[in-house]
């Protein structure tokens, strides 16, 4: 099974709906990130979480929510989709040590039409 | 804001060429830099990471990165590629709070 799972790993939904990315881990990691992924931008955090309690905004969390219900699960919703979130959605966890680095998940692609 | 730009964004090797892919992270913070790459779709994998020590840092995949605090960076370097190697590449720095900021990436096509 992979370290950092996402569901769905793709989805097509309609403008004006919402929708929920799922994250779970299994590498015990107190930090979790989201990031989405387009052509010629690289990767932009939309929202990071260091423990159950602590969220924070990213680069661009307009549009977007996140819920950190457990250690291990992370959520993404977008309340009500619009065509330009149309993206690579990434998860990634780290450890708190200082010896850190990204452990990311597989990818969700959405497409709103 | 803390950044980091990639100025190459498609890079085009024949194999056994040698590499040189730019990364340029702007003054001020904790400089934590790294190098990921993506296979084409696949998620990102960690390549190498400097923290401090010996600027030039080896990673996997016979990759290494030479950090230059005197001109701001941190350019990545295979001495010879491999058609697998074909890939993007992101070079990422620490925002200060263990969240990363990615470059927006180069393409690297290598040709057999």
């Known amino acids: 099974d992979a370290d950092v799972t996402q569901t769905p790993r793709n989805r097509i939904t309609k403008t004006g709906k919402r929708i929920m990315l799922e994250c779970s881990q299994t590498?015990?990691?107190?930090?979790m990130y989201w990031y989405r992924q387009d052509p010629g931008l690289g990767l932009q955090l939309i929202y990071y979480?260091?423990?159950?309690?602590?969220?924070n905004k990213g680069e661009i969390s307009d549009g977007y929510s996140v819920s950190r219900q457990a250690q291990a699960k992370f959520s993404l919703s977008l309340e009500s989709a619009i065509p330009n979130q149309t993206a690579l959605y990434f998860c990634a966890t780290s450890d708190r040590g200082t010896d850190y680095g990204y452990t990311f998940g597989s990818g969700t692609r959405l497409t709103v039409v | 804001a803390q950044s980091v730009s990639q100025h190459n964004h498609h890079v085009i090797l024949s194999e056994a060429a040698s590499l040189e892919l730019g990364c340029n992270y702007s003054y001020g913070g904790t400089v934590n830099l790294f190098w990921y790459v993506q296979y084409p779709g696949q998620h990102l994998q960690l390549l190498l990471k400097?923290?401090?020590?010996?600027?030039l840092v080896k990673g996997i995949k016979g990759f290494e990165a030479e950090f230059i605090k005197s001109k701001f960076s941190f350019n990545l370097r295979k001495p010879s590629v491999q058609w697998s190697d074909t890939a993007e590449y992101f070079c990422?720095?620490?925002?200060?709070?263990?969240?990363?900021?990615f470059g927006s990436g180069t393409r690297l096509q290598v040709q057999p």
């Open positions: 990422a720095r620490d925002t200060g709070r263990r969240a990363l900021t």
């Open positions: 979480s260091f423990d159950v309690k602590d969220i």
């Open positions: 590498k015990g990691h107190d930090r």
């Open positions: 400097y923290f401090s020590g010996d600027p």
